[in-house]
């Protein structure tokens, strides 16, 4: 049985978190919210041709993901907001 890969990593997450899988939750539901949130700012900033807010954005993404351990995400927000400067 294949297993797709986690975007996560949740053991680090958890043990970051001291084992406090309500902290996890909470944690991952506020950055949904805040990609959901981003999602449309930075439609609005390519729309609006805003290299530099589409950049701050991208930065912003790049921080919380890896704070959060995602895998994927840090690499390619990182590689938006270079092309952005």
Do not use: W
């Not at 041709?49 to 995602?70: E, F, M, V």
């Amino acid at each position: 049985m294949n297993q797709t890969p986690s975007c996560i990593d949740f053991a680090a997450l958890l043990e970051m978190l001291g084992g406090d899988e309500q902290i996890l939750t909470s944690l991952l539901s506020k950055f949904v919210e805040e990609l959901i949130s981003d999602h449309a700012a930075s439609e609005q900033a390519t729309i609006d041709y805003d290299a530099g807010a589409l950049g701050q954005i991208a930065g912003r993404i790049k921080g919380t993901s890896a704070n959060l351990h995602a895998l994927i995400l840090p690499a390619a927000a990182r590689e938006l907001e270079q092309a952005c400067t």
